[in-house]
């Protein structure tokens, strides 16, 4: 019998690439989304390059009785849980709207795991749980200091987490902290179709090549760093798919809740990328250096042993070939899927 996995926000970006991995792996996908950031047409996209097809459901995660139907309907195995808003500057100015979604996903998903007896859950962190602390960050790090209403749910969610498994010996749960994902799927066929104008660097990049953007504001050259822009842990999106698969194997032989890195364990500028790009695609980036974008840090990079050693997982992916997965991407869904 294939497992059963129930994907909360899986039309999402890093969530319909980790569906792609884990149908081609065997199991079987569910997937609850409302599309409050994606769009239905990521659907066939996602079968199209995995060659399976996939249920979904379009249900809000934090409507318990919708959600107790889906596990009503299956019988689940584990659940990796992607639903969620990560818009930082956003979260700043609905800040209630902001732990209102993402608290309560995270409150209702597990109160449903609790009913019909879920044990394993997979949660998507993120780097940003982390206080300022020197690079390579280990999972030991100090935690805390959020900058941002949307940093601090990740931060909570991962504290009710953390109590939801210490309460029965069955639960496992491990809490993936990303780094930057980025680039899109070899196909050209997912990738990250951002509403509106991008917040976050790659996507900007991507349509500054493609002649949709005039030039790349770059937010600091005074950092301190090796040219002074901002130093980050790229890590390819298909990478931290199949992070996400073997997160699922360790649940299978573990119990107790762990957070792990998903990150290279490499720093890159924001020039360095900007001319990875270049180098990549043969398209021009052209940039203008702007003032420092506030709350940013000079640099942020894992130390990735903990999934090395628990995961056998590494990133292998370089930054050249997310650069030119992205821009497969780019051109040929310049205005993102359809739906
Ligand atoms: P995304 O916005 O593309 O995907 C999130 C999905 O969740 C969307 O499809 C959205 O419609 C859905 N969703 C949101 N609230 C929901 C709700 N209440 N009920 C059902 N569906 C809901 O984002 P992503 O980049 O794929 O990120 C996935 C997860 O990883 C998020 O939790 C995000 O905070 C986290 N994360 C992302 C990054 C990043 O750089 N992309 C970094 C660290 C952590
Ligand atoms: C952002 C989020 C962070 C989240 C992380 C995950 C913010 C403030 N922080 O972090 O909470 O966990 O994504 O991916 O949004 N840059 C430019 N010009 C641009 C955009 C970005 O120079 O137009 C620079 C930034 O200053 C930074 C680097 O590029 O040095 C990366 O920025 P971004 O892609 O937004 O990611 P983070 O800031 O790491």
């Known amino acids: 019998m294939p497992k059963t996995i129930l994907v909360t926000g899986g039309a999402g970006f890093i969530g319909s690439h980790t569906c792609v991995d884990l149908l081609q792996n065997g199991y079987d996908v569910i997937i609850a989304d409302n599309l409050v950031n994606s769009k239905r047409g990521v659907l066939a996209h996602i079968e199209r390059v995995a060659g399976r097809t996939l249920t979904f459901n379009q249900v809000d995660v934090t409507d318990e009785t919708a959600l107790s139907k889906i596990f009503e309907a299956h019988e689940i195995d584990a659940v990796i849980h992607f639903a969620g808003l990560k818009a930082v500057g956003e979260s700043v100015a609905q800040p209630l709207r902001y732990y209102r979604n993402n608290l309560n996903a995270t409150l209702t998903l597990l109160a449903c795991m609790e009913k019909y007896g879920v044990h394993k859950l997979a949660f998507s962190s993120s780097a940003t749980v982390y206080a300022i602390t020197p690079s390579p960050i280990a999972e030991d790090a100090p935690l805390g200091g959020c900058t941002n209403p949307y940093g601090w749910t990740k931060f909570m969610s991962e504290q009710i987490i953390a109590d939801w498994a210490r309460c029965d010996e069955r639960r496992s749960a491990v809490l993936l902290r990303y780094f930057n994902p980025i680039g899109a799927h070899e196909s050209g066929l997912l990738g990250e179709d951002p509403q ?137 869904y310049p205005n993102g899927y359809e739906g």
């Open 196 to 332: 509106g104008i991008p917040n976050n660097l790659f996507p900007y990049v991507a349509r500054v090549a493609a002649g949709q953007y005039p030039h790349l504001s770059v937010f600091g050259d005074d950092y301190n760093t090796h040219d002074g822009t901002g130093v980050r842990d790229y890590i390819h999106v298909m990478d931290l798919a199949r992070g996400h698969v073997c997160a699922l194997n360790y649940l299978d032989t573990h119990t107790g809740c762990i957070p792990i890195n998903l990150g290279r364990g490499e720093g890159y500028s924001v020039l360095d990328l900007v001319h990875a790009y270049e180098s990549a695609t043969g398209k021009p980036v052209p940039y203008r250096i702007g003032p420092r974008r506030p709350g940013d840090v000079d640099a942020t990079y894992a130390d990735p042993t903990r999934a090395r050693e628990l995961l056998h997982w590494t990133a292998e992916r370089d930054l050249a070939n997310m650069c030119a997965c992205g821009n497969r991407w780019q051109m040929q």
